[in-house]
């Protein structure tokens, strides 16, 4: 059984559970270790719960669904609370699955008490019908992601926002406008998926649904459809496969959505069957969702350069009509040729402007309607204002000469021109926005398309192999990967032995290597000889999946930045339109009360006309797209670079909270040392010799789990077995290993002192093994000399481990955790970027301070308990300071909590640690720098884009508004202004992307960073 969060953060001991718990809580000795603690969602198995139920017939077992849990302090809290009440034999929660299963007596309890005590906790919980093996598999809240086409800016965001938060059964929804993304947590009970899509679309946007947590769905591509025949065909099979509920195939597409019951059929089941019943006629592929966003992507920038082709070479005759043509005598002939009321001329550019402005630039009517119904408004609304004046006052012009002869000059080519600007600017923004999303492209690039199964009969032997899908691996199945191949899934290897090259997961450039039990990364590489694994993780809870998942949220979530953006954008073209107006009205009165020479007036003009130029040339040139995309875009690529790095970053939130820390606070052991304890004196203070004490002290720390029990176990048996040839089975074992030897002595009354040690009776005498604090809690008095070479130990940045025998203090063992190499040098670079580095340790106050000076940190809280460490964080941010807490994710999850920026350091293995808000792939300390680093360049580019953004628009507007044209002359067109437009939000994206070229600080520069 897997240790409990509270086992993990040896501050109480559960029933039937040994741990030893001294005053340093080193962590895991190593990472495999470290991995199978970390597993807070394996508690219990259902096999647990199965036998008490057999046991205790009048137990009943329930599972609960638990909303609002954060981290591993919220699991400790809910499992707490559901201990706690009479009747309630047995509660494990499930942090990651928001899981809780209870085994009570229902004669005590009813499921309403355990619902109640849960929301009593401060966290929702929802009772999960019993499980049954026939029927529709309960489901609580779906997360939906939704693609959304159509958004132009922030105000858009805004919007779908609304509407979607305004839906029934919908609890949280986030919108980004840089992904053209949503997702939608709701209940499917209450709302379906396609009722959003609806909603989305009656508001003018196009939607469609890509996937969500739904676990009994599947999306395949299908080939060898070519007739009704073979439509028919499939669905007959489809319909004659046991646990289809419904089916969808999409004959255009060749797409086939199928909702299966995985109770009753697998998804490979489903694949075989479909292909087996066909005899081979229908090859079947899941489609992966995030390749068919990519693909959705490039479409979206496919159409948008035909619009932008398209409209430009409709516009291109129009201008030549303009300029070109009156100088060429043939051509300007026949354009003077006068056609019904009007000259040939004049019909072609309207012809022609005509489609430009209502075919190619639909779409800014559309969406400018939309967002108008919506009570919003954006930058269509500015660019269909813009062209429609232009258009229909050239249209009222040529009419109004028509009628009286009298002609004034027109500007269709104004129309014209200001939509190919600004399709040319939206096409450039696609491939812009299409580069900063690459980090989740290339991430989904890592996980091989196929996968090699070994084929075993019913009694394990190998009888072949066969290729399948990798989306269609399951749990427990046996996969091949050869020399050079991708592993396919997260796995243990059963067979054979390699180098594996980790670097794009965890960023650690050096291979690794793997024998057999060693557990490997999907998506790595395998560098040299053939291995079989064993998959224990496929899907959503693969290692690459989560870190998808993660950046892909990150992506989404807004920075508190963002705000200002909003805000900006639900003002902006309302201030933008009256602008306008007084700009038109502003030189048209100017021009009639004679403020201004009739001379300014263009040929054949009048004073309405220049007036609206410069009117139209405000409204087009004002962009709220380049403010929205400033944080968003630098978010995205930040995230990715983050990612490529090895650096997790959960969301914009924790990227703008990184750029401002303070104080950054380590945990000592595992941290700031490897974690790997190791004894390095063993003093004797009585008759007994050193095998003897040696043998008394390992059989007393045998039936401890702690790391330095571990320590002393290990020192002892290697002193044991003094020669490594001769090492027999009993030395066979690890400290991963059952801690029973034939060696050791028999232990009676085992019991372990939270924060001082052990105790037990050997040979009917007692044993006490910890520090001071178990000695003379005990009645055991400490000598002089004993003390004072404890001391001089704990100085030298060891622990000392006092051992007690009868009543008499028979010896001491000093046991070292070495610091990492880089601690010192990062510790170091902390101070010259001016962040103020902090330790915290359960160690005594000598070994914590010896520690501390090594690595050069001032500031040190020893004697510190697990549970006390977020107390420690919390002193810090009382005036305010930014505090972040670097820790493995386990002990330190309360204190990763309360940190307002939590970095889990190491946890490649389990990276769905919700305390964190960074997660460090690599256990290297230079990745607190990179982390600290990547935040401060990301806002820094941040504010530059803003400032850009703001600086254009503030600059822009005055001098299309005409405000410079009295002094120095300078007119801005409309065309030119709709191509500053265009440009000035393609500018701000591509600003963000230069933070692709981010490259982290070596060591060897660390130290020349300076505050800036």
Known sequence: MSPSTTDLQLTSQPAGGRRSSYSSPVRAVDPVDMEEGTRLLESYDAGDFKSVSIEEGSMRRIQVTVTGMTCA????????????????????????????????????????????????????????????????????????????????????????????????????????????????????????????????????????????????????????VFSELDVQLLEGILSSLKGVRQFCFDRTSGELEVLFDPEVVSSRSLVDGIEGGSNGKFKLHVLNPYARMTTKDVEETSIMFQLFTSSLFLSIPVFLIRVVCPHIPLLDAFLLWRCGPFLMGDWLKWALVSVVQFVIGKRFYIAAGRALRNGSTNMDVLVALGTSASYFYSVGALLYGA?????????????????????????????????????????????PATALLVVKDNVGNIIGEREIDALLIQPGDTLKVLPGAKLPADGIVVWGSSYVNESMVTGESVPVSKEVDSPVIGGTINLHGALHIKATKVGSEAVL?????????????????????????????????????????????GGVSGAYPEQWLPENGNYFVFALMFSISVVVIACPCALGLATPTAVMVATGVGANNGVLIKGGDALERAQKVKYVIFDKTGTLTQGKAKVTTAKVFSEMDRGEFLMLVASAEASSEHPLAKAIVEYARHFHFFDENSLTEDAQYSSKGSPVSAWLLDVAEFSAVPGRGIQCFINGKRVLVGNRKLLTGSGVSIPTHVEKFVVDLEDSASTGILVGYDGTVIGVLGVADPLKREAAVVVEGLWKMGVIPVMVTGDNWRTAHAVAK?????????????????????????????????GDGINDSPALAAADVGMAIGAGTDIAIEAADYVLMRNNLEDVITAIDISRKTFSRIRLNYVFAMAYNVIAIPIAAGVFYPSLGIKLPPWAAGACMALSSVSVVCSSLLLRRYRKPRLTTILKITVE
């Not at 399709?423 to 696609?430: F, S």
């Not at 953006?565 to 007084?582: N, R, Y």
């Open 545 to 589: 999946s989560q870190i998808i998942s993660l950046v892909e949220t990150a992506q989404m979530s807004k920075a508190p930045i963002q705000k200002f953006a909003d805000f900006v954008a639900s003002v902006f073209v309302p201030t933008v339109v009256t602008l306008s107006l007084i700009t038109w009205l502003g030189w048209y009165v």
């Open 854 to 886: 090594e690595v050069g940190i001032h500031d040190v809280r020893a004697e510190v308990m697990p549970a006390g460490k977020a107390d420690v964080v919390r002193s810090f941010q009382k005036d305010g300071s930014v505090v972040a807490m670097v």
């Open 403 to 447: 009628v009286t002869g009298f002609w004034s000059p027109t500007y269709f080519e104004t129309s014209a021109m200001l939509i190919t600007f600004v399709l040319l600017g939206k096409y450039l923004e696609c491939l812009a926005k299409g580069k900063t999303s690459e980090a989740i492209k290339k991430l989904v690039e890592l996980a």
């Open 73 to 224: 302090a919220c699991s400790n809290s809910v499992e707490g609370a559901l201990k706690s009440i009479n009747g309630v034999f047995r509660a494990s929660v499930a942090l990651l699955q928001n899981r809780a299963d209870v085994v009570f007596d229902p004669n005590l309890v009813k499921d309403e008490d355990i619902k109640n005590a849960i929301e009593d906790a401060g966290f929702e919980a929802e009772i999960l019908p019993e499980p049954s093996n026939v029927g529709t598999k309960p489901r609580g809240m779906l997360v939906g992601q939704f693609t959304i086409g159509g958004m132009t800016c922030a105000a858009c965001v805004n919007s779908v926002e609304g509407i979607l938060r305004d839906l029934p059964g919908v609890s949280r929804a986030v919108v980004a406008l840089a992904t053209s993304l949503g997702k939608v947590e709701y209940d499917p009970k209450v709302i379906s998926k396609d009722d959003i899509v609806n909603a989305i679309e009656d508001a003018g946007f196009e939607a469609s649904f890509v996937q969500s947590s739904e676990q009994d769905k599947i999306i395949l591509g299908v080939s060898g």
